[in-house]
């Protein structure tokens, strides 16, 4: 299996953050500069588009990527 992102994992840390800062998603998407349907779609197990996907690790904090890769990365 070739690597992929785990968007379950991103989901995961996403929701994770919202829920320690007390936030809504809606104010994750305006922080990150990404449309709340960004948001609904990683909810429901789809990838985001490269630059959402790049807003919403620099939104994370994240630096180290491997986390988020599924299939043998790492």
Same mark, same amino acid.
Request: no cysteine.
């Given at each position: 299996m070739s690597p992929c992102l785990d968007v379950e994992?991103?989901?995961q840390a996403l929701d994770r953050k /919202?829920?320690?800062? /007390?936030l809504r998603w809606r104010d994750i998407a305006k922080?990150?500069?990404?449309?709340?349907?960004t948001l609904t779609r990683?909810?429901?197990?789809?990838r985001p588009d490269a630059d959402g996907l790049? /807003?919403?690790?620099?939104?994370?904090g994240e630096t180290d990527v491997?986390?988020?890769i599924a299939g043998g990365a790492g």
């Open positions: 994992a991103l989901y /919202r829920r320690q800062a /007390r922080e990150a500069g990404v449309s709340p349907s990683v909810g429901h197990g789809r790049i /807003r919403l690790l620099v939104w994370l491997r986390a988020f």
